[in-house]
């Protein structure tokens, strides 16, 4: 029985800037008041905990990285309501607390109390739940999923249907609503519009999904990696681009092969340039341009102010503006009902203790979404 007693597990530690992960025997703390202890099921390597790992979004070292974490809860804190032990849930990168003004505002979904840009590292009381060695270690996110057992506050975790398949649906915890949801409920793509995905890694597959589930006639999918390809075409991409093969910009690429410009551009990569080359692919009047990749903090850039003027839209979206408390069980159940298909943006399945060949593998740019299974 491991009620209220520190666990010693298996989770891997980022110890300083760019370094490769390393697996170490960590001692997890219990929970305390209004914090939940996880069994960990599945997680997935988001592009996200790469750039935590070489500190393109900066936090604190050494920490456990990992979000994209489905579960079961092993114990709760004081005054925890909402989850229960023996239930399945699923962790959130933005939590809900149903009390700052991103939360109380019917849009968006960045509450306050995240802990991604800027972090600190530490639960909301500002401590650690986690040491290895006598080390405190910190958390990434307040969700650390790259570990046996995490301690997460209770806005960062959901309950989910019971029936839920935990070796995958981890991904509806971060890849299935910032993709698709991002073309789905955030930009709200139209039957027989045009798109253009920038990236078609985990996020950028989703967002193609979303888009060909939205009735879009033409989807143009852009990488410099052309093993992409085959997989992108296979979930709805018409046309590809490979902007390293191109003699013109490829929003010059773009805009010749839609006439003017698409209606929908999603930016899944995280650079500057990308963004601004989708911008210019975006019809001149009612073309919106979605931004989702995360860059690094100094990164900076700069449109044509004319070019704004006329019309277009450019909208920021993280995890497809879901409030994700509310939000992501009924994704989960939309699953179950056969009204999204997550199974093709999952290609592999690796037991944790194989996390580095997990991350070769997406280093070598063979994965959409590797999912370690503990
Ligand atoms: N031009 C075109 N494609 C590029 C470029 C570029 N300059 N640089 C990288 N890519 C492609 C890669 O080849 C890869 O297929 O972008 C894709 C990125 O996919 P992943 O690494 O799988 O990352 P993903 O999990 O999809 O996340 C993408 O969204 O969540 C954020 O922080 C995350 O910024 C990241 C982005
Ligand atoms: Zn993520």
């Not at 202890?37 to 599945?42: D, G, Q």
Request: charged residues 20%; hydrophobic residues 40%; neutral net charge.
């Amino acid at each position: 029985d491991t009620l209220g007693k520190t666990i010693t597990c298996l989770a891997a530690i980022a110890w300083k800037t760019n370094s490769s992960l390393s697996l170490e025997e960590v001692q997890v703390e219990p929970p305390k008041a209004g914090e939940v202890r996880i069994k960990m099921i599945s997680t997935g390597i988001c592009g996200s905990d790469d750039h935590a790992i070489k500190g393109i979004i900066p936090l604190k070292y050494p920490f456990i990285p990992g979000h994209e974490g489905a579960g079961i809860v092993e114990s709760i804190g004081e005054g925890v309501s909402s989850v229960k032990p023996g239930d399945k849930v699923l962790t959130l990168i933005v939590p809900q607390c149903r009390e700052c003004s991103a939360c109380l505002n019917p849009k968006g979904n960045f509450c306050e109390k995240q802990d991604i840009l800027p972090s600190s590292g530490l639960m909301l009381d500002g401590t650690s739940r986690f040491t290895c060695k006598g080390e405190k270690i910190y958390h990434s996110f307040r969700t650390s999923t790259f570990s046996e057992y995490t301690v997460v506050p209770e806005i960062s975790v959901v309950k989910i249907d019971a029936a839920a398949p935990m070796d995958k649906i981890c991904v509806i915890s971060c890849e299935v609503p910032t993709g698709y949801g991002a073309a789905v409920h955030s930009a709200k793509v139209t039957p027989g519009s045009t798109c253009v995905v920038f990236g078609l890694g985990g996020i950028g597959s989703a967002i193609v999904m979303g888009c060909k589930a939205s009735g879009a006639s033409r989807i143009i999918g852009v990488d410099i990696n052309e093993e992409k390809f085959p997989r992108a075409r296979a979930l709805g991409v018409t046309d590809c681009l490979n902007p390293s093969n191109l003699k013109k910009p490829v929003q010059e690429a773009v805009k010749e092969m839609t006439g003017i410009g698409v209606d929908f551009a999603f930016e899944a990569i995280g650079l500057a340039e990308t963004m601004v080359a989708a911008w210019d692919s975006c019809h001149v009047s009612h073309g919106v341009c979605i931004i989702i990749g995360v860059s690094p903090p100094n990164s900076k850039f700069s449109l044509s102010a004319q070019t704004v003027s006329t019309g277009r839209t450019l909208k920021g979206v993280c995890l497809g503006d879901y409030k994700t408390k509310d939000c992501f069980p009924q994704l989960v159940t939309a699953y179950l009902q056969n009204k999204i298909n997550i199974d093709p943006l999952i290609t592999h399945q690796l037991p944790f203790d194989q996390l580095h060949k997990a991350f070769e593998l997406y280093h070598a740019g063979k994965t959409i979404r590797c999912v370690l299974l503990f």
